[in-house]
């Protein structure tokens, strides 16, 4: 059980407050997986404030109010907590060891409550209020920790906050993680628990990854590449097999054959979405059957976090007899035909990544879901080494309570409680996530609508998650090269970076026998592509300096060309 404080419930009732949304979310979420308790004494508080016209924009009437406490009585979700007699007769005793004042009495006995009931957590936009007290632990769970001036915990003190030069000259990076101090306190409390590793965490975090995603299994590993790994070797990829990915992705998508000992081959992208052209791979796929070299695994990357043609690809996986990987790293919390990506209708496997700069994180790590049971148990016993203690699985009869025994070869591939604290904290927050990125993303369509480069398209089946976005720049227009337009920008301090060098032109590829010009639109969109800052704690007036740097840069219809 964890504590609320009588503001975050006010916020969550007041529908005229700016923070009506974020307060509803967090109450909604948290007691997806808690009870949450509230000090009968903050129910005043409760009752007072919203039904009092000066305080709020749309008071309730006290009818309302009273049912609305009413229901906090009887919900299952929330436990109202009386402060006992003897916690009472104590509380004003030892507020004079804390130096209690007049007007911080409720807080006093709202902490004691707290304390009395065993609860050592509680969530409140006034931790101030309570800093006094050691024995209890505020957590506002809107305060971003990842930026020193956040949005919500700004306005929230009066609408007041640092701003002025220094904060216009700031460096913005391409991408960030949010974290606040539910995280933090989550985190904590795993350091604070019997097991930092192997503990019941990991489980619990599979569990909300499978729940959330819509699949029956999942498997949390220490990153995506080691997911990808073990992926393919639990779809038996081996030497003389072959893979086939997209050359625009990050290398790991690759290189999870090449671990196996298998080999690799690319299929050339779809001009408009940057992701594994359908049709290109059907032509692959014909001319591989003539030669007996079909691939064993197809591994389609959700660019950007906007999903691939599942379904075509899915139909070629049906008449050719190739598995399906889906490199989800940048698309949890995207929708495919309004399914979740992940749930693994057209594929055998899904990957995540929970790397910093993805969508939720968990410092390092990584997940695989699926639908089919056999795949699941593989990859739980290849990131343990290959041992297993189910006694189903083993191949003797265990001679003792501490057997386990080594049945395949693996890894240490796991993820620790640590990090999957961290992920069922970020988890929870996956939809605000995606929907912050997803204002700003057509936001930036909107501002940059009449430079000549070209914005994102999307495929009216995708939803996407919206992990990077990525603009073309059109150099026929322009007399300027791509990387005259990318130092301009590094040179007002805009993170802006290029996703990504296609695989097959590294010098580790190209030893291979890969060569510039077999995947001739990557390599086109690879010469014009620029990825600019996208991150759910942007502001809209980083995104503004943004704009105004390439409005500079760039030439227009209308405005003379600017020379550097
Ligand atoms: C980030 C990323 C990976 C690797 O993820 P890690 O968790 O860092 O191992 C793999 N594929 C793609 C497309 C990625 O963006």
Redesign the pocket.
């Known amino acids: 059980m964890e504590g609320i404080d009588s503001n975050i419930l006010i916020y969550a009732f007041d529908e005229s407050s700016r923070f009506h949304k974020v307060a509803l979310n967090f109450v909604e979420e948290k007691i997806k997986t808690t009870i949450l308790g509230i000090a009968e004494f903050s129910l005043l508080e409760f009752y007072s404030v919203l039904t009092d016209g000066r305080k709020i924009g749309m008071p309730l009437q006290p009818s309302t109010a009273c049912a609305a406490i009413r229901d906090f009585y009887e919900s299952q979700s929330f436990a109202v907590l009386q402060c006992s007699q003897a916690c009472l007769q104590m509380a004003i005793e030892e507020a004079h060891g804390y130096s209690v004042k007049r007007n911080d009495i409720f807080d006093f006995l709202i902490a004691s409550t707290f304390k009395e009931n065993g609860i050592t957590n509680i969530y409140t936009l006034n931790t101030k209020d309570f800093k006094k007290f050691d024995f209890v632990q505020a957590i506002n769970p809107f305060l971003d920790c990842s930026r020193s001036t956040d949005t919500i915990a700004r306005t929230s003190h009066r609408g007041v906050g640092p701003s002025g030069p220094e904060a216009d000259h700031s460096f913005i990076p391409y991408g960030k993680q949010s974290i606040n101090e539910q995280d933090v306190a989550s985190v904590c409390s795993v350091l604070r628990a019997a097991f930092i590793t192997q503990g019941p965490k990991v489980p619990e975090f599979e569990k909300s990854v499978a729940n959330k995603v819509g699949t029956k299994h999942a498997v949390a590993v220490n990153?995506?590449?080691?997911?990808?790994h073990l992926a393919c070797k639990a779809l038996g990829l081996g030497p003389g097999d072959i893979l086939w990915t997209s050359p625009i992705?990050?290398v790991?998508?690759a290189n999870c054959a090449l671990h196996c000992g298998a080999n690799v081959d690319f299929v050339d992208i779809d001009p408009r979405t940057y992701n594994m052209c359908p049709q290109a791979l059907e032509e692959k796929l014909r001319h591989a059957r003539q030669s007996g070299r079909l691939p064993k695994i197809v591994v389609p990357?959700h660019?950007c976090g906007q999903p691939c043609d599942m379904k075509a690809i899915h139909a070629l996986s049906r008449e050719y007899g190739f598995s399906i990987i889906e490199?989800a790293?940048?698309a949890i919390g995207g929708y495919y035909k309004n399914e979740p990506v992940g749930c693994c209708r057209y594929s055998n496997i899904t990957?995540f990544?929970?790397?910093p700069?993805?969508i939720i994180t968990t410092g390092?790590?990584?997940m695989a879901v699926t639908n089919t049971h056999e795949l699941a148990e593989k990859i739980a016993l290849l990131r343990n080494h290959g041992i297993t203690r189910n006694p189903d699985l083993m191949r003797q009869k265990p001679d003792g309570p501490w057997y386990y025994e080594q049945i395949d070869l693996g890894f240490n591939y796991r993820m620790t409680d640590i990090q999957a604290a961290l992920g069922l904290s970020q988890l929870s927050r996956l939809d605000e996530f995606v929907s912050r990125r997803s204002e700003l993303a057509t936001r930036y369509d909107r501002l940059l609508a009449d430079l000549p480069l070209t914005v994102p398209w999307q495929h009216p089946d995708s939803d996407s998650a919206w992990?990077l976005y990525v603009v073309r720049l059109n150099l026929e227009k322009m007399n300027l090269t791509r990387r005259q337009v990318f130092e301009y920008l590094r040179k007002k301090d805009i993170g802006v970076i290029v996703h990504y060098i296609p695989v097959h032109t590294h010098p580790y590829y190209q030893a291979m026998g890969f060569k510039w010009g077999m995947f001739p639109e990557a390599e086109k969109y690879y010469q014009e592509a620029i990825t600019l800052p996208l991150f759910p704690a942007m502001t809209e007036k980083e995104q503004d300096r943004v704009v105004d740097a390439l409005k500079r840069i760039l030439p227009t219809e209308h405005t003379e060309r600017h020379r550097i």
């Not at 990153?223 to 990808?228: C, D, E, G, M, V």
């Open positions: 990153s995506a590449t080691s997911a990808l992705t990050f790991a998508s990357v660019m490199d790293s940048h990957v990544s929970f790397h700069v993805k390092e790590g990584g992990h």
